[in-house]
């Protein structure tokens, strides 16, 4: 069944942390999708760019409104996810706790399926 990691990381910490921390930081984020991948899990993961340059759309009554980040509101952002084929939810989630990014982010772990639930 897959499962979706998703990466919730405070809003400010990629700036806080500078670009030579961050580029370890993702070094060691290619390595553990990597490593998933020649396990046979990953189907999927990205990172995501910050908030800043994000939109949000809804539609209400039938008209669409847009909101350019950023979210003043939010406290936290989807900061990247990972896509797995795990066969059972113990498995995802313990994948999630040796995820590099739980050290810095909280790791949502998510079933995937349809929506009329």
């Known amino acids: 069944m897959p499962y979706m990691l998703l990466i919730h990381e405070p809003v400010g910490q990629r700036q806080a942390r500078g670009e030579a921390e961050g580029r370890l930081v ?3 984020m290619l390595d553990f999708a990597a490593d ?6 990953l189907l999927a993961a990205e990172s995501l760019l910050s908030q800043d340059q994000a939109t949000r759309v809804q539609v ?3 008209r669409a409104s847009m909101l350019d980040g950023p979210f003043a ?3 936290e952002m989807v ?4 896509l797995l084929a795990c066969d059972t939810r113990e498995e995802a989630i313990a ?4 995820c590099p990014a ?16």
């Open 26 to 28: 993702y070094g060691r």
């Open 36 to 41: 998933l991948k020649a396990r046979g899990l």
């Open 60 to 62: 209400r009554a039938g």
């Open 73 to 75: 509101e939010a406290k």
């Open 79 to 82: 900061g990247g996810f990972f």
């Open 95 to 98: 994948i999630a706790g040796q």
């Open 102 to 117: 739980a050290e810095w982010a909280t790791l949502e772990v998510r079933a995937t399926g349809p929506c009329f639930f």
